[in-house]
């Protein structure tokens, strides 16, 4: 039984309402700049979906890389780009043609959680874990700073990677991403010969 009159919104629904009220009357970035601000601020490795998680820090940002387990999707190696704490990138190499991208995925959480739309998924070709590990590399280097570009906080579309930096760090991210992929592997053919 609730503690609270009926009358009385829970803390909750006052949260829902004040989101609501600013989704339909501020401009994309304030209102974009308020969810930055006001928001918990977590890792994508910090989440139950994420293990075997490595932080690969550079001048100007962070790659985590992780194996994903998303129920319902796929699971692979992923990978995600912050800067000043803002998912910009995130990568999912789950192979066949499960494996995809997606750019601001925190302010695409933001519209889903409003009922506009889900977090756009941008697919990679049909191929195996390894290739997603391949072509999630060219993203990587190739549009990290278009990502920066298309974010709604001036902030972000300002901030400056260094593109060597970028390039060393993506490269640790490719040798991460496939050590992933054989350890599970070995991982398979060890239970396998255990149950056989």
Same mark, same amino acid.
């Given at each position: ?23 339909? +009357? =501020?401009?994309?970035? &304030?209102?974009?700049? =308020?969810?930055? $601000?006001?928001?918990?601020?977590? #890792?994508?490795?910090?989440? *139950? ?6 932080? &690969?820090?550079?001048? @100007?940002?962070? &790659? ?7 129920? @319902?999707?796929?699971? @692979?190696?992923?990978?995600? #780009? ?8 995130? =990568? !999912? ?10 750019? %601001?995925? $925190? ?8 009922? *506009? ?13 390894? *290739?997603?590990? *391949?072509?999630? +590399?060219?993203?990587?280097? %190739? ?18 990677? !260094?593109? %060597? ?8 991210? /490719?040798?991460?991403?496939? /050590? ?6 070995? !991982? ?7 149950? +056989?």
């Amino acid at each position: 039984m609730s503690s609270y009159p009926k009358w009385l919104l829970s803390r909750n629904q006052l949260r829902q309402a004040f989101w609501k009220l600013a989704f339909s +009357t =501020l401009p994309t970035p &304030i209102l974009f700049k =308020l969810w930055y $601000e006001n928001r918990r601020k977590h #890792l994508r490795v910090d989440i *139950e979906t994420a293990t075997e998680k490595e932080l &690969i820090s550079f001048s @100007g940002g962070v &790659i985590a890389v992780y194996w994903a387990d998303v129920p @319902g999707v796929g699971s @692979g190696p992923g990978a995600s #780009l912050y800067v000043q704490a803002e998912e910009v990138m995130r =990568l !999912d190499c789950f192979g066949s043609h499960m494996g995809h991208m997606h750019i %601001n995925p $925190e302010q695409g959480h933001l519209m889903y959680r409003h009922g *506009e739309h889900m977090t756009a998924r941008l697919y990679f070709p049909e191929g195996s874990r390894e *290739e997603h590990v *391949e072509r999630a +590399t060219f993203e990587m280097r %190739n549009n990290a700073f278009v990502a920066l570009q298309m974010n709604a906080l001036p902030m972000i579309q300002k901030h400056k990677l !260094d593109k %060597n930096d970028l390039m060393q760090a993506t490269a640790q991210m /490719h040798q991460a991403m496939m /050590h992933l992929i054989k350890s599970k592997a070995q !991982d398979s053919k060890v239970l396998s010969s255990l149950n +056989t």
